[in-house]
C-alpha cells in the first residue's frame, strides 16, 4: 500500500480549510484516509498551520510520499528539517515586515537622507574643529 501526506479539503463553499492526512494514494481526495496529522488554514491572516511534527517524521521515516504543498507546509513546520537535516525552511514565519504605502516609504527615505546628511555634517564640524585644535 503506497502512502502519501496529502491535504484533505474540508468547509464550505469559498471558505477552504485543510487537514494533512496520511492516505492510501487509491483513495479518493476527500475520502477514506489513516491519520489526521494537521491542519491547514489558508485565509486566515497569516494562514495557520499545525502539524504533529513527531508523527509526519513516522510517515516519511516509513516511506510516505508527501505532496507537493505538503511538503512546503512540512518545511514551514520544521517536520522536514527533523527528517532531511540540511534542508532548510523555504521562509521564516517569525519576522513580520510592515507593509508600507509609496508616501510612507518617500518619507522614511527622505528622513534616512537627513539623518545621513546631518551626520555627515556632524563630522565635517568635527575634523574642522580638530584642524583648528591642530593650528593653535
Known sequence: MAVKLRLRREGTKKRPHYRV???DSRSPRD??????IGE???LD???TIKINNERAVHWLSVGAQPTDQVKVLLRISGAWEEFKPGDAPLRDR???KPKMNKKAK???EAEA???AAAAAEAA???KAAAAEGDES
Open 21 to 23: 492526512v496520511a492516505a
Open 31 to 36: 475520502g477514506r484516509f489513516i491519520e489526521i
Open 40 to 42: 491547514y488554514h489558508p
Open 45 to 47: 491572516n497569516p494562514s
Open 94 to 96: 517569525s519576522e513580520k
Open 106 to 108: 518617500a518619507r522614511a
Open 113 to 115: 537622507d537627513a539623518k
Open 124 to 126: 565635517d564640524a568635527a
